[in-house]
């Protein structure tokens, strides 16, 4: 009633297996996870581009040349900060 080597042999190479195997998935489920979580926040800054815009257009057509200017300003300070 010995240790059955074949069976600890075995174990180890499924260990080894499980242990490569995580190595390898590990950083792709992270590289997948960060990519769709960029996605999302790019839909939000989009949106708030887009009604930048026309808060700006607003501005423009009611004569408000000094808030459109501001308006633009600020949205370009937005995009290089992200």
Known sequence: ???DRKAVR???MYIFAISCWLLVL?????MI????RDK?????????YWRSIEREKQFK????DDF???EKRER???LQNR
């Open 10 to 12: 075995d174990l180890k």
């Open 76 to 78: 370009r300070k937005k």
């Open 68 to 70: 459109a200017k501001r």
């Open 1 to 3: 009633m010995g240790i």
């Open 26 to 30: 590990s950083p792709l489920f992270i």
């Open 61 to 64: 057509d009611a004569g408000l």
């Open 33 to 36: 996870y960060s990519c769709n």
């Open 40 to 48: 999302k926040d790019d839909n939000r800054y989009d949106g708030a």
